[in-house]
């Protein structure tokens, strides 16, 4: 994957905002759909296009292509690594010493997430010191390659929380850990271009109808990568380059997703580059029928510094200290925007699930028409139970759904 792209996460701010952190009473519980096997459902397809997925922590909501007699090794998914070349596996593999390395750094990732975002936390607080007292750079790339690792499981966690009709199908990324990341080049942007395509082609003939997109690559990440490895005479003559290159990658993003339009893009809004700037960011601003931005809200619904706005953003989820399940089962807490993506994600599976004939604007309708705006109309909090029951309010579907064995 481009150095260029990557989850939100994976951006490191520099002040720390301890206000952002307050504890408040949480209005998600109450708003919250839970499907069991008891519910007339129909099992809905569901690709985690992230940095990879254990599948083995779910199961009965896995998907499995079986069109080969299920013996491929990539009937899960698709996967690209990170310079854009065909891999496969569904998670990304662990030598002996990376297995012991990720044993270590599991403890640290919650604080490395809360140092990311800002966030003034105990958690936060030990990791800071444990970067300045050790070696800061080598530390910082380890716990930034573990997370990126652990990513794609939490937001499956998520997506599939309360829903035994889901099938998760996982599309690999390849992003780029370190902390001089690999040099952006037009080759590259155009691979990044190719594989987008590939992986759209892929959702497509496996009949995802909910694709998860909790990352966003723009103008300012190639900026910071041509500067890390010192291209470019100057700052104008970066920015122009980076503008070609992401025009590359956007566009060849955008025409993949816009060719698939029986498949609903949930994406994360990320964060502009500056406060005030415009969301500039992709697929955050891709305006199509088929797809859906989401900007993320603290527990108690009020506005988060991790999540960027614009006319794109028609809904919000909590991305505050969010449960969440890393590989191997191990249980985290995570914020920001990235974590509030697969909250959609898993609301417009489970109406789905309810309603397979539903169609992308359908879902989408449903699931903004019963969100609850806030005051002044910057934020609009989904709210599950609303959308379940407005869909009940529906014409009977074209095609009923059936008991899910």
């Not at 408040?24 to 519980?29: A, C, E, F, L, T």
């Not at 060719?259 to 949930?266: A, E, R, T």
């Amino acid at each position: 994957m481009i150095p260029a792209r990557r989850p939100f996460a994976a951006v490191i701010l520099l002040t720390l905002c301890a206000a952002a952190h307050a504890q408040k009473p949480s209005i998600w519980d109450d708003r919250e759909v839970t499907l069991t096997d008891e519910d007339t459902t129909t099992p809905v397809n569901v690709t985690i296009w992230d940095s990879g997925t254990d599948l083995t922590l779910f199961r009965g909501q896995v998907y499995t292509d079986m069109t080969s007699g299920g013996i491929r090794s990539d009937q899960h998914d698709i996967a690209y690594d990170l310079k854009k070349a065909p891999a496969k596996g569904f998670m990304p593999g662990l030598d002996a010493q990376q297995t012991q390395q990720y044993a270590t750094a599991r403890p640290l990732l919650k604080g490395f997430n809360d140092l990311q975002l800002g966030l003034d936390t105990p958690d936060a607080a030990a990791v800071k010191q444990r970067l300045a007292a050790s070696d800061g750079p080598a530390l910082t790339e380890q716990l930034r390659y573990f997370s990126l690792y652990a990513e794609g499981t939490e937001v499956a966690s998520i997506a599939a929380r309360g829903n035994p009709a889901i099938r998760m199908g996982v599309g690999r990324i390849g992003f780029d850990w370190h902390n001089t990341p690999a040099a952006p080049t037009e080759e590259l942007a155009h691979r990044a271009a190719s594989a987008d395509h590939a992986y759209v082609d892929w959702f497509d003939s496996n009949e995802m109808r909910v694709v998860s997109i909790a990352w966003t690559v723009s103008p300012h990440d190639y900026e910071a990568a041509l500067e890390k490895n010192n291209l470019g005479a100057d700052a104008a003559e970066r920015k122009a380059t980076a503008a070609k290159l992401f025009t590359i990658e956007r566009n060849g993003l955008f025409e993949a997703m816009k060719s698939s339009s029986n498949i609903l893009f949930i994406c994360s809004s990320g964060k502009p580059a500056a406060k005030g700037a415009p969301l500039d960011a992709a697929p955050a601003n891709f305006k199509l029928p088929n797809v859906l931005t989401v900007g993320a809200v603290d527990q108690a619904g009020d506005e988060a510094p991790y999540t960027a706005y614009g006319d794109t953003v028609l809904v919000d989820a909590n991305g505050s200290q969010v449960d969440a399940t890393m590989p191997g089962g191990y249980k985290i807490k995570l914020s920001g925007a990235t974590m509030a993506t697969p909250a959609v994600v898993n609301l417009a599976a489970k109406l789905l699930a309810l309603n397979t004939a539903l169609t992308p604007e359908q879902v989408i309708k449903l699931i903004v028409d019963g969100s609850t705006p806030s005051a002044d109309g910057k934020r609009h909090l989904i709210n599950p139970k609303k959308s379940v029951e407005l869909l009940k309010t529906m014409a009977p579907p074209a095609a009923s759904g059936k008991k899910k064995k």
